[in-house]
Each structure stands twice: as C-alpha cells, then as structure tokens.
C-alpha cells in the first residue's frame, strides 16, 4: 500500500524558513568566492575579469588586494578599476603590504576584491588572517569577491598532505566556503595549466622548474581537481536542500545522490552498512546509517545494545553520518527523513521470517516497496554467520510478585459484588464490561501479565455467577458467548494499549532527562560571566590585570572542570578525568572522579595526541588502541581547548551518550576558551 506524506513533511522547515529570511534581511555583505585547485588557474583574472563587468553595470567596486604574480594579462584588467593603497607594515626590517582594512571601511565601496583568502597577515594587524579581514567587510554590509584554492580550508589539511607531501600552512575554516552566497569553480585542464606553466605564466622560470618537480605533478593536480569539485558539489548540494526544506518540497531532486541504510539491533546490520557503503562510494555519494528507535527502547536487551552499538561503531568507521529516529512506525518515519534529505537510494533488510503482525500491518520493507517516492529501494536478504546464530542469549527470569496478582483479584471479587447489587437494576448482559475496570488498572499498574490474568478471572467469575445457567461454566445463549468474546478482545487490546503508552513514556522521560541534563550544564557555564566582567572593577593597571587573571584562572578552570565530572558521571558510570594546559604550557589533570586513580606515561601520551590532534583516540577509536581510556578534544570554534579521558570502551558506548559526551565537550570547550589563554 502506498503511504503518504505526513502533515509534518507538508510544511516548510522552521529553521530553514528562518535562515532564508535572515538572510533576505540582514545587511551583511554577499561573499563570492572563486574556487580553484592550483595556483595558475585564473581565480585572479576571472575575480578582475568579473569586477570589470560590474563597474560598466555602474557598480561602485574597488580592488582591496590583487597579486597579479606579474602575470601582464591579469595587470591589464587592474589599469580601469580603483585601486584602494595597501598597508605597509614593517616586519623584521622588511616592509610588507597588507590589505588597508580601515581604508576600505572609510571608502565603503558596494564591491571590494580581496585576493589570496588564506593569507596570513603580518604581526601587528588587526586580524591574524585575511578571511577575518573579509569577515569585518561582510559585517559592515561590503560585498567581497575573493580567491581561494581547495587545499586551504582546513578540514583537507591532511588529505592533501598526503597527496601532494606538502602541509599547507595556510589554512580557513570551511565554514567559510558554506557562508559563502555563490561559489564559482574556475577550472581549466591540466594540458593548458601546464602551458600556461611553461610559458612563465605562473611563475618565473626558476621557480615553474621546481614547482614542476615538487607540487605541479599530474597526479597531485587530477586529486586536487577531483577535490575541489566535491567541495563545490556538495555546498550546491547544501543549498538545495535548504530551499526544498524552506520551500517544503518533498524530495528526492535528482540532483546528487544519497543512500541511507536502515539498521535494527541485530547481528545483520553490519552487512546492510556494507552493502549501503559500496552503493555510496560506486556513486560518490553522501550516506547515512539511520536507525528507527521505537518506544520498547528501554527494554532492548544487552545483546542487541551490543549489536546496536557494533553497527553504529562500523557505521562510523566507514565514514557514514549516524542518525537516530525516534518514533512508533518505522516505514513512516524512514521516508519523512528520506524526502526530508533528498535520499535517492534506500538499502533495507528482507524479512526473514512470517509474522502475523507485519502481515496485517506491513513490514517496513514492505510499505517502502510499496510507498510513492522517487527513491531506489534496494532490498537485502540478510546473512549471518552461523556462530552468531547459535549464539543465543540466556533468556533472563521474570520476577514473580504475588501481589500483582492479588490486587487484581480483589478487583475483580469488588466489582463482582457490585454487579450482585446493580444487576436488580442493570440488564446483566451488559454487567460484563464492569470487569474492564480491573483490567485496565492491572495494565497500569502491574503491567501485560496481570491484566491478563485480571481479564481471565473476570471472564470466569461473569459466566460463573451472571450467566445462564448460574453457578456453572455453561452458556446456553449466543448472545453471552458474544460478549465473553468481545470483552476478552476488548480486554487484551487495551492491555496492549496501556503497555505501549507506559513505553513511550519511559522513552519521553528518557529523551526529558537528556534534554535537561543539557539544559542544567548550558546553565552553569553561562553563569560564569566574561573574563573582563570578572575581573573588571578589581584591578586598575596592566600589571595588576595580568596578576588577577593569573589567580583567576585557576579557579575557574577548576570550577568547569568540576562541573564536567559532575555530568559526565550522569551519562556513563567510568573513572573519568579533564586535562588542560598548565601554566608551563603541559598538558596536566585538572580534575578526575576517583581521586585514587591517575594516568600513566602511555595515557598522557595519548591524551597530547588528542589535544595536538583534535580528534578522538585510545581505547575502541581507531587510533592509539592500547591503553584502557579513550579521549575527546575538548573542541571551541578553531582550536582544542582541552582533553576528557574516559576509562571505557568507545566502541561500547551508545549512540546517545557518544552525543552527550560531544555535547559536554563542546560546551565545556566553549565556557573554558577565555581562560586558557590567560
């Protein structure tokens, strides 16, 4: 049978909406960047080529910083634009040119060009980099043209270092490239980059025989070239996907492709992300491993927690993006996320055995073969290993409690003397549904098993005492047989019912308890006021300022550290401990949980990994394997703040506390910033 869409997935996104008249409000300037993959390209004279254009149009445009690299095609262009005259900056007893950020607010142009945006400025300015230069133009309304090659933004650091065997040095965040409000991709092919190599028209002589010889091989420059059209693809991507959620267009667009693997809490949901990620890498396409939570969440047993968890571990270490749904019908809640994302491929598993329920219901399967989408359903018979057949969990007893079944019973004798009562005024066939009563509070209160037992004793105490002939387990007419049956019916779908509501509510109390967990660490860290509102007042000279922050410091550094431990033991029961540099520049615990434990040389080692680094390392990470704790980087906008280490395995940890641990991090980084540099 066809589904169809929600009412959810007919509305614009709120947030998307929001973003879309931002941005048709703010007085921000437009960034445009011109996108290339080697120096040599043409980013400058297609960045001049266009500013010349616009000035004919009678657009007011200035060229804030051009290098033309002597290059006589690119000099003629700048002869008929204005030129806004460089800061000199004198540095080492040499004299540089930096861009006149002050000039350029002071002229307030509607264009200005800025070339070369992951330069490094000179010591002494305003900002460390151009593209903070850029930043202050966009803020004050100024709309920037600029050039950048894709090596530069910082996330492709290591990926091109092994490309090429050249750090590049000079790097600005991506989320440059996503804030940017056109990207044009300058692209020529590697025959005529060559020539134009040749020719000197990138460098002189000297300097192209050894940029041939080190960085200009072919093979540096197709994986360059192949990078920085992905780059530009995806932020495309991103802008589509924006206007479809603003506009609440029900996808997919077949305009990129996208696979998400719906996974379950089984021994089959590695082979679904295998299969999921040869699809997206044949395709060259962004995927997703998404997993439907249904309201029994808090009864999965600990195997298939295990399973869960092996699945989300794999799904990660494939390079997936790990998605967690929420929501009693699976089939729905998959394909408002699918039109949602613009998925274009589905990979699920096959059913493998007959169940009464999937039969009238539909199986998920079933329902997204069925449902209207332009999507591609690939639809996998899972297989498994016969050790993880035979491997089967000890089922766990269930506690037997003799007063969830006596209550019940009395119920049932109270309302039975009822019934002797109102039967002199109530027909008795109708009598029968005043034994819900028990039924349902035995749901509430103790659950499936006493309701039905409840429902049973109901049964047998109506047709003992109200049905004809009385006093025995006989009936003569139909119509009592009627009613046995459909209150027995009636009796166990409203046991279902209640059963199911006391698992959502568990599952909203869980989801309340990490949403206020959140909320309560947010809270602490905001009270801390700024570094200048906290030592402001006390101080009146540099050097008692210097003084105070020192003292400061390390008590509030203490104090957010302790706030850390605090909620990190409400999220996983492990030895834990928070690192920071001390005031000799070394990474040191600042606080830890179990004041008897400490870390070895080996765990240090790893934990400056993870600070140099930014990344996650030690045990069940992929890095650093063989020590008993794992780290987080304690991450603020650009650098590692700090380190948490946890006595645990990564691997083991759920996909909502590896959440809310990156939650505390990041939070934690955030509040902890203005004081580790003091």
Not at 193 to 209: S, T, W
Not at 356 to 380: N, T
Not at 449 to 460: D, E, K, Q, Y
Request: proline fraction near 5%.
């Amino acid at each position: 049978m066809a589904v169809k869409n929600s009412t959810k997935s007919k509305r614009p996104d709120p947030d998307a909406l929001l973003k879309e008249v931002q941005g048709e409000e703010s007085k921000r300037g437009r960034l445009k960047i011109f996108l290339g993959y080697s120096p040599g390209v043409g980013k400058t004279y297609a960045m001049l080529n266009e500013a010349s254009v616009l000035k004919r149009r009678g657009e007011d445009v200035v060229v804030g910083i051009a290098v033309t690299h002597g290059r006589t095609e690119t000099e003629a262009l700048l002869k008929n634009l204005e030129i806004i005259p460089r800061r000199r900056v004198e540095y080492q007893g040499i004299v540089l040119e930096e861009l006149d950020l002050d000039g350029i607010l002071t002229r307030r142009p509607t264009v200005v060009l800025v070339d070369e945006l992951a330069h490094t400025n000179a010591a002494g300015s305003r900002h460390p980099k151009r593209y903070q230069d850029v930043e202050e133009l966009l803020n004050h309304g100024i709309d920037v043209y600029t050039t950048v090659n894709v090596q530069h933004f910082e996330s492709l650091n290591d990926v091109v270092e092994k490309i090429t065997g050249i750090r590049v040095q000079e790097t600005l965040p991506d989320t440059f490239l996503d804030r940017a409000d056109e990207v044009q991709v300058i692209d020529i092919p590697l025959e005529e980059l060559f020539n134009r190599l040749k020719e000197g028209k990138v460098y002189i002589p000297p300097q192209a025989k050894r940029a041939v010889e080190n960085f200009f091989q072919r093979g540096n420059l197709v994986a360059l070239r192949e990078l920085m059209l992905t780059h530009a693809a995806h932020k495309i991507d991103t802008e589509l996907l924006n206007y479809m959620r603003s506009k609440a267009i029900a996808g997919p667009w077949p305009a990129g492709e996208r696979v998400m693997v719906c996974i379950a809490s089984g021994p089959y949901a590695k082979q679904l992300l295998r299969k999921g990620y040869k699809i997206a890498t044949d395709a060259r396409a962004e995927w997703y491993a998404v997993y439907v939570a249904k309201p029994a969440l808090k009864e999965m047993s600990e195997r298939d927690k295990a399973y869960l968890a092996g699945a989300l571990n794999l799904a990660d270490e494939l390079g997936a993006k790990t998605i967690t749904l929420s929501g009693t019908d699976v089939a729905s809640e998959i394909l408002h996320f699918a039109r949602e994302n613009n998925i274009t491929h589905i990979v699920i598993g096959k059913p493998l055995h007959f169940r009464l329920f999937e039969f009238w219901k539909g199986s998920p399967a079933s329902r997204l073969l069925h449902a209207r989408s332009e999507f591609e359903l690939h639809l996998i018979t899972p297989t498994v290993e016969k050790k993880e057949i035979e491997v089967k969990p000890t089922p766990e007893p269930r506690a037997f409690h003799p007063k969830d079944y006596l209550l019940p019973m009395l119920m049932v004798v109270i309302v039975s003397l009822m019934n002797f009562f109102l039967q002199k005024f109530i027909n008795p066939l109708s009598l029968v549904y005043l034994y819900l009563i028990p039924t349902i509070a035995s749901a509430l209160l103790f659950g499936m098993g006493p309701s039905l037992f409840a429902a049973v004793i109901s049964l047998l105490t109506f047709d003992f005492f109200f049905t004809e002939p009385r006093y025995s387990f006989t009936m003569n007419h139909p119509h009592d047989i009627i009613n046995v049956v459909v209150f027995f019916l009636t009796s166990i779908i409203i046991g279902q019912l209640v059963k199911i509501t006391k698992q959502q509510n568990r599952a909203l109390q869980l989801r309340i308890k990490r949403i206020t967990l959140i909320e309560e660490i947010s809270k602490e860290f905001l009270s801390l006021p700024p570094v200048e509102q906290f030592v402001g007042g006390l101080v009146h000279d540099t050097k008692g300022w210097d003084n105070a922050l020192t003292v400061f410091r390390t008590t509030v550094l203490d104090y957010i550290s302790h706030i850390v431990i605090t909620y990190l033991a409400k999220i996983i029961d492990a030895p834990a401990f928070v690192l920071f540099r001390g005031p000799d520049a070394k990474l040191r615990v600042w606080a830890r949980n179990k004041s008897d434990l400490d870390l070895a040389s080996n765990e240090m080692a790893v934990a400056e990994w993870t600070y140099l680094h930014g990344e996650s390392a030690g045990a069940g990470t992929q890095t650093l394997t063989n020590v008993k704790l794992f780290f987080l980087p304690m991450r603020s906008l650009e650098e590692t703040i700090g380190v948490i280490g946890i006595q645990y395995d990564f691997k083991s940890l759920l996909l909502d506390q590896r959440r809310l641990l990156g939650v505390v991090a990041t939070l934690s980084a955030l509040a902890a910033a203005r004081w580790v540099k003091v």
